[in-house]
């Protein structure tokens, strides 16, 4: 008797499929929303005058975020509707590639087809305010502002990923309030490192010799912060949402 390997490519590559066709009707109608009210929005902006649009890099941001949390709340879906429970159990597929097929499609394909999709939307845009004679700034990938966007998608992906492994019911809903409890105590904590360590310095040691300063600075604190939010937390919520995934499974 042949043994069914435990990770296989096609598997997960049948699975993305699965999960594609179960979604890409409300991702559509959802991208189509977005880029309306984008719309609406500089319509809106050219009536009052304005005739350079700058913000681009902030609409992409926002619309990447909000919709990425909408995506990464229906991952896992058919635990939370009784009726598919059992065929999603029976699936000849790992948790680890049930797992994986989510990932790829909630943070990776959703990323690159919403980024498709904006640029598209930016050069009709660019096009249209052309004949209004408004000027559209394209908004780029390399900003930094963008940049720092992406890892914090990344990091609410993961959360909202996790929620939507964990909570059965409403689970964007049940995260955030889970993230609104968290956002509260971050700061509390934080006012009371403000208190602690009032200024740009954390700690000042001076030595024998007056002219010899040591300091902490902030940027180490946050660079420190940086590394453990945006490339450590992620993976341990994957991880989390793994054994979720095996949990549930059993």
């Known amino acids: ?9 096609k598997r997960i590559y049948l699975l993305i499929q699965k999960i594609y066709y179960e979604n890409y009707k409300a991702i ?3 991208f189509l929303t977005l880029l309306g009210v984008f719309s609406i929005i500089l319509i809106f902006m050219y009536i009052s005058g304005k005739r350079v649009f700058i913000n681009q890099n902030n609409f992409y941001i926002f619309g990447l975020i909000f919709m990425g949390i909408n995506i990464a709340g229906k991952a896992f879906r058919d635990f939370r509707v009784k009726e598919k429970t059992i065929s999603y159990l029976s699936l000849p597929a790992s948790a680890l590639e049930k797992l994986l097929a989510e ?11 919403y980024t498709i999709v904006f640029y598209i939307y930016q050069l009709i845009l660019i096009g249209v305010a052309g004949s209004f004679d408004v000027e559209v700034k394209m ?8 940049g720092t966007a992406l890892k914090a998608y990344v990091l609410i992906q993961s959360i909202f990923f996790l929620g939507a492994a964990t909570f059965r019911k409403k689970p964007r809903l049940s995260t955030g309030f889970f993230l609104f409890i ?7 904590c ?5 208190k602690i360590y009032p200024g740009d310095l954390i700690r000042t040691h001076i030595n024998a010799d007056p002219q010899y300063i040591v300091a902490i600075q902030m940027s180490d604190l946050v660079r420190t912060v940086n590394i ?4 450590i937390i992620p ?12 949990e549930k499974e059993v």
Do not use: C, H
């Not at 934080?190 to 403000?194: D, R, S, T, V, Y």
């Open 1 to 9: 008797m042949t043994q069914i390997p435990v990770f296989s490519p």
């Open 28 to 30: 559509g109608k959802g």
């Open 103 to 113: 990932l790829i499609f909630t943070i990776v394909l959703f990323f690159i087809s």
């Open 139 to 146: 908004f780029s990938l390399q900003n930094e502002n963008v």
């Open 182 to 188: 968290l956002y509260i105590l971050l700061l509390i």
């Open 190 to 194: 934080l006012g009371i490192m403000a």
């Open 228 to 231: 453990f939010f945006f490339y």
């Open 235 to 246: 993976p341990v919520l994957w991880t989390a949402a793994y054994f979720k995934l095996r």
